[in-house]
């Protein structure tokens, strides 16, 4: 049988998607209502794995950054408190120190010129709780590389909570 020849698939009217029915499809963070996040902490999964200088101590290149800020500033002018988390390159192969998610958070807060709360790790250990203690509304905090917790490629539930 065959395709049709071209001059039909030309003829043929493009026929509308059905629309998506359900709830969430249609939704984004800017939809998010104030009463909803006000006072709450938000845990947004980031993409923050951008390139690091050699040494670790720089961000090359800030565009993933700029990327998420908008983001942050939607949640943080509704009065959330905002834990980034993500990961950053793959330790297989380099030392721990240069995959630090540090001078990303560093970098981030120059870029949004202000301060960036920095918990040294991406779990709830007493140091984290003690960095996190004092967040208040619209506040903006980075967590450490979830690779250095062992759970992150094993879809571990205590990472989780």
């Known amino acids: 049988k065959g395709l049709p020849p071209l001059q039909v698939l030309d003829e043929v009217k493009s026929v509308p998607r059905r629309k998506v029915q359900h709830e969430q499809a249609e939704k984004n963070i800017a939809d998010l209502k104030e009463r ?3 006072g709450k902490t938000v ?7 951008v390139p690091l ?3 670790g101590r720089q961000v090359e290149d800030d565009h993933r950054l700029r990327v998420l800020i908008p983001t942050i500033d939607c949640l943080t002018s509704k009065g959330a408190k905002v834990l980034c988390v993500s990961h950053l390159g793959l330790l297989k192969d380099h030392p721990r120190e240069l ?3 540090k001078p990303v ?3 981030l807060g120059e870029l949004m010129d202000r301060e960036i709360i920095w918990a040294p790790s991406c779990h709830a250990t007493k140091v984290n709780k003690m960095a996190l203690a004092g967040m208040q509304e619209g506040d903006v905090a980075v967590l450490e ?11 571990d539930k205590k990472l989780a909570e």
Request: with cysteine; proline share 3%; net charge positive.
């Open 36 to 38: 909803s996040v006000r």
């Open 43 to 49: 845990w947004l999964r980031c993409n923050l794995n």
């Open 53 to 55: 200088t050699p040494d």
């Open 99 to 101: 995959h630090s998610l």
């Open 105 to 107: 958070a560093k970098r």
């Open 145 to 155: 590389n979830t690779l250095f917790h062992l759970g992150e490629n094993k879809n």
